[in-house]
């Protein structure tokens, strides 16, 4: 369960990790908001999945965990993952009615604990859990604190994702790509806290300083947001806009990653960022901001470069090298993939799951049976 439902990482992990399991043998019944954009319970639609909705009738809705309690009794459920702040509080509730176990997921938003409402209603569901799962050890030892629980409280289980092959040849004609243009490629909706704008800010640095490599940036947007077009103004002001590609949506963020050459996460903060295993898994050199769960999947000098997240001059000193070094890039890129291949697989983390909620393949049963 999730309360959200647009183009997003918590959204992508839910959906895969949901495939994964069924393939396993369980039955799964996916249950996103009443009143989303579509695009998760299209996508569990396309894949096979009959998704639920569930929505509060007011901000606190008693009434809620009754109906979702109801609806998941006709489902057959026998377990109840959730996923972020709203899913929590009610699906922990509903779960005790029901008398199954609850395990619920927090990906790592810096603000879901400003609101002292939001922390006793966390601290009452999460007393009220098999399991609460931290993706990143950034993310538990915040919650711990904001939240003021003993560590252990929380588990860790790092997300994973799928090994897929993309077609580099294709991705790269789409953008008028030569051999030895070098693609930087950044993935996440178009808001401040990605960092875009330091990335574009670096590479103009660079440009400004005499870097002769052909270089392009490809940024795919996800849901969008309101950096689009100070991105593109800014590209146009210094004369870099036939460099840069502002994408909105994609579905084939597979074929961009083999395309890529370099994979950048400038982020001001995340949780562990799905984009950044899918750049490790495509055998991508990352350069990435030094915050949040980043780290954790990046050792600095091993699997690419680490920089103070919103430093415009340290990522243009990263990139540098980067960017004229072909056989750097090739080192970083292998040791991200033997990396994300041991820790970072959606299998690996699957597996977490299974053993959290007590069950072995197909021995949680949903819908149907």
Known sequence: MLESDGPGGAELVVLRLAIELRRRGHDIVPVGPTNGVGWLGERFRE????????GLRRAVDPSGPRRLAEMLARRGVQAVHSHEFTMCVYGAAAARRLGVPHVTTMHGSQ???QAWRRRAALRWAYRRSRA?????EATRVQL??????????LTLVRNGVPVVRGDRARARAEFGLRDDDVMVLAVGNLDPRKGHRVLLGALQQLVANGLDVPWHLVIAGGRGGPEREPLLAFAAEHGIADRVHVLGQREDVPDLQAAADIFAMPSLWEGLPLALLEGMIAGNACVASRTSGIPEAITDGEHGVLVPPG?????ATALAPLLRDPALRARYGQAAYARAMQEFTIEAMTDRYEALLGVGAGQLVGAGR
Request: glycine residues 10%.
């Open 111 to 113: 603000t879901m604990t």
């Open 47 to 54: 894949a096979g999945f009959e998704p639920e909705q569930f």
């Open 311 to 315: 430093d415009v001059e340290s990522l």
């Open 144 to 153: 711990e604190a904001d939240l003021g629980l003993r560590p252990g409280v």
């Open 132 to 136: 609460v799962v931290a993706v990143s």
